[in-house]
């Protein structure tokens, strides 16, 4: 079974319970708090899903985090468990499923707004209104700006992605120009 496929297990599991005994946003930030350390750390990650390094040491290791971080509940007991299978390399997939799952569970879908230039507040909302309207879903967007799409926007939701880039237009009418010829 793949990383990803585990992890998605471990993922559900760990949301049945968050929603049953505490805070499902709490417990993935505490997720995150802990990846976010595994990531920034390259010492503590190599510590951490070595094979060479005791599962005994990473347990250790683990707790003493568990205990600093100040994680209790669901997650603590998780990144317990996965540090006693020996199974530490799984928080990275772990976080980005736990998330993908929680934003279903709350019926919420994440959405990336790309544009040439900055976007205004109100066209934000705009836009979150209407992408909310098309999907029947709360809509948590963010928004970049890349001056290479000289004009337009690029919207992706979940993994369906809406370009209305004038770059991507060009790039269409370029292509379609050599063809004629």
Same mark, same amino acid.
């Given at each position: ?5 585990? %992890?998605?297990? @471990? ?13 499902? /946003? ?8 802990? %990846? /976010? ?5 390259? +010492? ?6 070595? =094979?060479?390094? =005791? ?9 003493? #985090?568990?205990?600093? *971080?100040?994680?209790?509940? =669901?997650?603590?007991? *998780?990144? *317990? ?11 990275? /997939? #772990?976080?980005?499923? @736990?998330?993908?799952? #929680? ?8 959405? +990336? ?8 507040? /109100? ?7 209407? #992408? ?15 001056? %290479? *799409? ?11 992605? @809406? ?19």
């Amino acid at each position: 079974m793949s990383g990803r496929a585990s %992890a998605a297990r @471990y993922a559900r599991a760990l949301l049945d319970v968050a929603v049953r005994e505490a805070d499902p /946003d709490q417990v993935g930030r505490d997720l995150t708090v802990f %990846a /976010d350390l595994m990531a920034g750390t390259p +010492e503590l990650r190599a510590a951490l899903t070595s =094979p060479r390094v =005791p599962t005994s040491g990473k347990q250790k290791v683990t707790a003493a #985090l568990v205990s600093r *971080l100040g994680l209790t509940g =669901p997650a603590a007991k *998780l990144l *317990l468990m996965l540090a006693e299978r020996d199974r530490l390399s799984l928080v990275p /997939d #772990l976080v980005d499923v @736990y998330r993908e799952r #929680l934003e279903e569970h709350q019926g919420t879908i994440r959405a +990336e707004i790309t544009a040439a230039t900055d976007i205004s507040s /109100d066209h934000v909302a705009q836009l979150q209104q209407r #992408l909310a309207a098309a999907t029947g879903r709360k809509v948590t967007m963010t928004t970049k700006v890349d001056p %290479a *799409l000289v004009g337009g926007m690029v919207a992706r939701i979940g993994s369906t992605v @809406y370009d209305g880039s004038i770059a991507t237009q060009l790039e269409k009418l370029r292509a379609k120009l050599l063809q004629e010829t």
